[in-house]
């Protein structure tokens, strides 16, 4: 089974920190996700990569950067989380290949911005 | 954009009744069609995938595609009060990107 893992489940932080979100899957997958989940507003991807050291904005970029350094870990940084930034927010990873490889999510990191 | 719409619901259905979920996307040259559950408080789970035009069943659920007509359905036969969950429908893009595109999702409620 595939198996993607947050580094945490709930996370309390204050505006203005600089947060960082980690995700690792251990399938080999060439692509990565970070989504953020909004009541209404459902599932928007914020960035995704499809390669080491390779980053595509997505929907909603302004206020997060990502890392990967690694093919099996990808990093969601907020450079100065802002109360705005509190949502439920999924990490997803696939296979490569052009948008017809499901993603398969995480259990999500529950974030609150104080 | 590339839109994928569901009705949000709530689609309220008794138990072992027949539940019907539906999903319109915008782009027409998309190739692959996802289902997944979202419980609340978790993650997606994936549930089906297809491919091409017709039925595609996997136990209770059943997966419709009509690419003429931009369509794809969910159907769950026998439904159970444990089948209470949001389900979102993401379609995969024709151009070159990497990213599904997902609907906002249907709420169902099966009630016993």
């Known amino acids: 089974d595939v198996k993607v893992t947050q580094s945490s489940r709930y996370l309390v932080k204050r505006t203005g920190e600089k947060v960082f979100l980690e995700c690792v899957q251990d399938?080999?997958?060439?692509?990565m996700f970070w989504y953020r989940q909004d009541p209404g507003l459902g599932l928007r991807l914020i960035y995704f990569?499809?390669?080491?050291?390779?980053?595509e904005k997505g929907d909603i970029p302004e206020g997060y950067s990502v890392s990967r350094e690694k093919k099996e870990r990808f990093s969601l940084i907020l450079e100065s989380a802002s109360t705005n930034q509190t949502s439920m927010y999924l990490c997803?990873?696939?296979?490569?290949?052009?948008?017809?490889?499901?993603?398969?999510f995480g259990d999500g990191t529950r974030l609150s911005i104080l | 954009q590339k839109e994928v719409e569901q009705n949000s619901g709530p689609l309220s259905v008794p138990e072992g009744a027949i539940a019907s979920l539906n999903c319109t996307y915008s782009?027409?040259?998309?190739?692959?069609f996802f289902w997944y559950r979202q419980y609340s408080g978790k993650s997606p789970e994936l549930i089906m995938s297809?491919?091409?035009?017709g039925d595609k069943e996997d136990g209770r659920f059943t997966a419709q595609l009509n690419k003429a007509s931009q369509y794809v359905s969910l159907l769950i036969r026998d439904s159970q009060p444990s089948d209470s969950a949001t389900y979102l429908c993401?379609?995969?893009?024709?151009?070159?990107?990497?990213?599904?595109?997902f609907g906002k999702g249907t709420s169902l409620l099966v009630t016993p």
């Open positions: 782009d027409r040259g998309s190739q692959s």
């Open positions: 993401a379609v995969g893009p024709s151009n070159s990107g990497y990213a599904l595109n």
């Open positions: 990569s499809y390669d080491v050291k390779m980053k």
């Open positions: 997803a990873s696939s296979f490569r290949g052009l948008g017809n490889q499901p993603q398969h």
């Open positions: 399938m080999d997958h060439e692509n």
């Open positions: 297809i491919y091409s035009n």
